[in-house]
C-alpha cells in the first residue's frame, strides 16, 4: 500500500491526469482499466437543462472501457468531429465527443454515430461496442437523445 501511495502522491504532484492514476492502479492491482464511458438514453429531454450530474442509472447507461474509446477516438477521429453534439446543455454546441466531460448526441446525429460504432466493431470486434450499436439503436427508434459521460 505504502508503495501506491507514492506513486499516487508523484502523480498527483505531476499534475497528471486522473486517467493515469487509473492505469496506475491498474498496473498494480493487475486488473482490467477502471476507467470507463457511459451511455445512455434520455427519456425525456428537457432544452437548456444542464446535464452536469453523473447519472447513468437514470439513464440506464452502458459501460465502454476507456482503452476502447480511446483507441476509437484515435482511429475514427475526422469521423467523429463531424458528429454535431451539445456538451452538458444545448446552448453549447460542439462536435464527437467530450472525453472529460458530458456530450448530448441529439436524434439527428444518431445515425452517423451509430455507423462509426459499427465501422468500428468491424475492426475490434469488442461486445461493449455491439451493445453501444443497440443502445444507439434504441435511441433511434425512439427519437430519443443519448448522453455520454467521458471519464
Known amino acids: 500500500m505504502a508503495i501506491y501511495m507514492k506513486f499516487l502522491q508523484r502523480l498527483f ?5 486522473i486517467k ?4 496506475g492502479y491498474t498496473y498494480l492491482h493487475g486488473s482490467d482499466s477502471l476507467a470507463k464511458h457511459e451511455f445512455g438514453i434520455i427519456d425525456s429531454f428537457e432544452e437548456n437543462k ?17 482503452d476502447l474509446v480511446e483507441e476509437l477516438i484515435i482511429k475514427y477521429n475526422e469521423e467523429l468531429m463531424a458528429i454535431k453534439t451539445y456538451f452538458q446543455v444545448t ?19 444518431l445515425k452517423q454515430f451509430k455507423d462509426i460504432i459499427i465501422k468500428a466493431n468491424n475492426h475490434f470486434k469488442a461486445k461493449e461496442l455491439q451493445l453501444l450499436t443497440e443502445k444507439i439503436t434504441e435511441a ?3 427519437n430519443k437523445y443519448l448522453i455520454h459521460y467521458g471519464i
Not at 493515469?20 to 492505469?23: A, E, F, N
Not at 444542464?50 to 476507456?66: A, G, Q
Request: hydrophobic share 25%; proline share 8%.
Open 13 to 17: 504532484r505531476s499534475k497528471l491526469s
Open 91 to 109: 446552448t453549447q454546441p460542439g462536435t464527437g465527443l467530450d472525453y472529460c466531460g458530458v456530450t448530448l448526441i441529439p436524434p439527428e446525429s
Open 140 to 142: 433511434i427508434t425512439g
Open 50 to 66: 444542464w446535464y452536469s450530474d453523473y447519472e447513468p442509472e437514470k439513464y440506464n447507461c452502458i459501460s465502454v472501457n476507456d
Open 20 to 23: 493515469y492514476v487509473l492505469r
